[in-house]
């Protein structure tokens, strides 16, 4: 039995031309990386140190956000915000059913009932209907900011204070958003964002990262990803341990400072672009853009008509069309135990049914945005 599997979305298919994942191309300067990891090694460096204060103090002015706290991945993330909120056995999380797994997995590992609310046309949670979900045993509701693109999060805020209840949003896909040009900390008690190496800004494995504006919180999410120490003798909380490693701090650290900025311009002039190109063809509903959002396009994903067929004819014009993701959590059978069934969310299912994602990075070049565009065309044409 094969127990560490490499997961197929990082595999490059050589024939393929347009590639969703581009990981090699993405550290293509890795010898200057390895100088970074060098001074980390030479320093003896490993575990909290130089690097992640850096990379801490890095994001926190990136992202305007008064706390960062960094940690060994994206789940954990969700995961030591809910533990450290004392969210758990007993309590109701409200969450979204169209998501990766790990949103959800975080609510149920902390002992708590994640209970959905379905999503809009834009994939993120409807706000509309988030109060009629609420009951005596809700504690909290996670947002996803799905793809890069915020939620209604003013909306969302005014009614987690109403009804006091906390506020956490998942904003793996979302390093760089803005929402009515603020930044989306200013929203929540904490925001999670996931390091992988399929994200925006990504590592060499695993890391992730919580930012907050409330101390005590932050204080108690540094204190629980390690151990729960307050100092090396003294033991406030037992804990977990979930750091990011120094040397993944040093290669984030690289990436802040030289790529991000155009990370996140190509991906909005590649949507842009996409937008453009493809609202002419009435099979193709594209997203409608909001004005008082920065989307950062984690994923570009537009809706379609025969989605299999489509994505069958782009990948022989290799072009990479993936599925993110086919199975809403509450059909998937992890879920059983919280008793949904097919048509509880509609919307999320119509999305799940319907729903292409197109290469968007910043690798892509406008010659070969025009050329999804046009096989897109020349699908429904022929
Ligand atoms: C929306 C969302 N939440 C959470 C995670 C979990 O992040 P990680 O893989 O770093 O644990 C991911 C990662 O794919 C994600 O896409």
Not at 133 to 150: D, E, L, Q
Not at 235 to 240: K, L, N, P, Q
Not at 339 to 368: C, W
């Amino acid at each position: 039995m094969k127990f560490n599997y490499l997961p197929n979305q990082y595999k490059k298919n050589k024939k393929i031309k347009i590639n969703h994942s581009y990981l090699i191309e993405q550290f293509s300067d890795y010898k200057k990386i390895f100088h970074q990891i060098e001074k980390t090694v030479k320093r003896a460096d490993y575990t909290l140190g130089e690097e992640v204060d850096k990379f801490e103090k890095n994001m926190s002015s990136r992202m305007k956000s008064k706390f960062t706290i960094s940690v060994g991945n994206g789940t954990d993330a969700l995961f030591l915000v809910l533990k450290a909120l004392d969210i758990g056995h007993g309590d109701e999380v409200i969450t979204t059913p169209y998501t990766f797994i790990a949103t959800v997995a975080s609510i149920v590992t902390a002992g708590a009932k994640p209970v959905f609310v379905d999503i809009k046309d834009d994939y993120n949670i409807d706000e509309k209907k988030l109060e009629r979900a609420i009951t005596k045993k809700t504690k909290a509701i996670m947002v996803v900011n799905w793809s890069g693109r915020p939620c209604e999060l003013d909306k969302i805020q005014s009614l987690a204070k109403r009804k006091k209840l906390k506020l956490i949003q998942d904003a793996c896909h979302c390093i760089d958003a803005r929402f009515k040009n603020n930044s989306i900390v200013k929203y929540s008690d904490a925001c999670t964002f996931s390091l992988h190496p399929l994200k925006n800004l990504n590592v060499w494995g695993d890391g992730g990262f919580i930012l907050t504006n409330n101390k005590s919180l932050a204080k108690k999410l540094s204190m629980i990803r390690n151990h729960g120490l307050l100092d090396r003798n003294n033991c406030e909380i037992f804990a977990y341990n979930s750091r990011l490693d120094s040397i993944q701090a040093a290669i984030a650290n690289y990436k802040i400072k030289n790529k991000l900025n155009t990370i996140t311009n190509k991906r909005i002039s590649n949507a842009k672009l996409l937008d453009k190109l493809l609202k002419p063809i009435k099979e193709v509903k594209t997203p409608s853009r909001k004005k008082h959002l920065r989307e950062v396009f984690h994923l570009y994903q537009i809706n379609v008509k025969n989605r299999d067929e489509l994505i069958r004819f782009l990948i022989n014009k290799n072009i990479d069309a993936k599925v993110h993701y086919p199975i809403p959590i509450h059909l998937q059978k992890a879920a059983k135990n919280l008793k949904y069934k097919r048509g509880d969310f509609p919307i999320a299912e119509k999305m799940a049914n319907t729903s292409v994602s197109l290469p968007v990075h910043e690798f892509i070049s406008e010659k070969q945005i025009k050329y999804i565009a046009e096989s897109i065309k020349k699908f429904y044409l022929s």
